[in-house]
């Protein structure tokens, strides 16, 4: 597989205004900015992606353009379970939905978590304290997780409303960033069981990378002005948390403010495992946003250090 460029269907001039709205462009440096990102993100590519089998994806948050993906064909036709990275679409529906308040805690009592046959163990460190949404979401905590999205499973509605949201969040997207993509597919669950694996990305749903991207685009493109609402607030957080000291701390760089969502689900056969890293900079307000995934791997042992080291590769090219 080579590092094959997608032609960017973002104008230039789409990213110079996310760039120039952070920071002051350097003189003369304006107009290289999504070239120089595009030609290091190749050749981080090149070298990433041979021990590891998997891609990566880069698009702006402000406007609907991919900006580079490094197997093009990969990137569309891929279909995998999300695992975890359902997680923060999880926690705004329910948060929507008045099932959950920000300041609830649960007590994730860790050890060994199994359900419909399988396991879910918990991968953090024991807590000592209840967990708050966000920091749930920044552990990627399953116990906190199943707790509250049987809520959802309770609730009139409640299960098909969930995988309706992430129909609407992109996750069955099929046209993304104006491509064909393979037949990604969000189906109602047919029981509570169904659904709550739903909820932890491991049922009922399987998308490509770049449908993905474009879930995660459109959940962190803020409303202008204003205070965010809990919904959006609360997710953001975790997200932040989870690169700072959460399960996606392996992508965390010096000097720059990621944030992100780690997943790994099994595959269709369910005889491996495969990860993804979803993230994005600057946390405050995000202006570009990544995915990274990895065939045989976790999310955050294998795609979160990719992603880090592919951040850190574009740090130069970044006004920070
Ligand atoms: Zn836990």
Redesign the pocket.
Known sequence: MGGVVLRPTVTRRALLGVMASLAPLPRGAAANYESAMTATLRQFCLRTFVSARGGLALAAVGSDGLLFASHPAIVRETLWKPGSTVKPFLLQHLLEQGLLRAEESFP?P?GPLPFAGRRFD?S?APQGAP?DPAT?LA?S????FLHWAERLARARGGRASFAEALRRAGFSARQVFGQRCAPASVSNPASKEAMLLQALGEANVVTTPLALLEAYRRLLASPSGGELPPAMRVPRQGMRDCVRAGTGAEARVEGLDLGGKTGTATSSDRLSLNGWMVSFWPAARPALVMVVFVENGRGGAEAAPIAGAAWRALRPHLPV
């Not at 905590?141 to 906190?144: A, E, I, P, S």
Request: with cysteine.
């Open positions: 994730c860790g918990c953090h967990l749930a552990l905590c399953n116990h906190c």
